[in-house]
T-cell receptor
Framework: GIQVEQSPPDLILQEGANSTLRCNFS?????LQWFHQNPWGQLINLFY???GTKQNGRLSATTVATERYSLLYISSSQTTDSGVYFC????????????FGAGTQVVVTP | GAVVSQHPSWVICKSGTSVKIECRSL??????MFWYRQFPKQSLMLMAT?????????EQGVEKDKFLINHASLTLSTLTVTSAHPEDSSFYIC???????????????FGPGTRLLVL
């Protein structure tokens, strides 16, 4: 099956800093999503981004499907950005069955 | 925008009881719903796929008699954990896929999750 690798596994940021999270995948995909799981466990949809670039406030994402990677940018980080960020991909032969990466644990300190 | 909701958001139950978790799609009709499970400090793993009006299909290693899934309408799917035991304690997340808006854009959204603790 498809492999989804996220890096770094852990990230500690000071409030106000910028960061980039990466998601590599081993094969072509139909779709890719980014999620934020907050410290209370709630999963929040961030981006539905099979290709191209999208922005939502301080967050933006870019997927380069031909090179099999996606990046999530967090600018001017805030303590509320803490949590685990997951990347999930939908393989072409697995309609709707997203494969999740292991996640990046982000801690933003005041 | 389209939202997927889950109810309850968390539940504590005694060992041996059954627990029902609801997953609803708002603003769109979900032809297919997916159920995922997340153990502590781990990623999400797919448990089963359900299509409206038909039986669910389960991933390898998931007990279908333990995790009953009903997808009776285009906006509601339920997961029932039967005779729950402490090892069933986990975070359960649903995902709904369907066609959104007049343009019929196919989309898939994930719910916020339900935390189950079995004592």
């Amino acid at each position: 099956g498809i492999q989804v690798e996220q890096s770094p596994p852990d990230l500690i940021l000071q409030e106000g800093a910028n960061s980039t999270l990466r998601c590599n995948f081993s094969d072509s995909v139909n779709n890719l999503q980014w999620f934020h799981q907050n410290p209370w466990g709630q999963l929040i949809n961030l981006f539905y981004i099979p290709s191209g670039t999208k922005q939502n406030g301080r967050l933006s994402a870019t997927t380069v499907a031909t090179e099999r990677y996606s990046l999530l940018y967090i600018s001017s980080s805030q303590t509320t950005d803490s949590g685990v960020y997951f990347c999930a991909v939908e393989p072409p032969d697995s309609w709707g069955k997203f494969q999740f990466g292991a996640g990046t644990q982000v801690v933003v300190t005041p | 925008g389209a939202v997927v909701s889950q109810h309850p958001s968390w539940v504590i139950c005694k060992s041996g009881t059954s627990v029902k978790i609801e997953c609803r799609s708002l603003d769109f009709q979900a032809t297919t719903m997916f159920w995922y499970r997340q153990f502590p400090k781990q990623s999400l793993m797919l448990m089963a796929t359900s299509n409206e009006g038909s039986k669910a299909t389960y991933e390898q290693g998931v007990e279908k008699d333990k995790f009953l899934i009903n997808h009776a309408s285009l906006t509601l799917s339920t997961l029932t954990v039967t005779s729950a035991h402490p090892e069933d304690s986990s975070f359960y997340i649903c995902s709904a896929r369907g066609y959104l808006g007049l343009a019929g854009l196919e989309t898939q959204y994930f719910g916020p999750g339900t935390r189950l603790l079995v004592l």
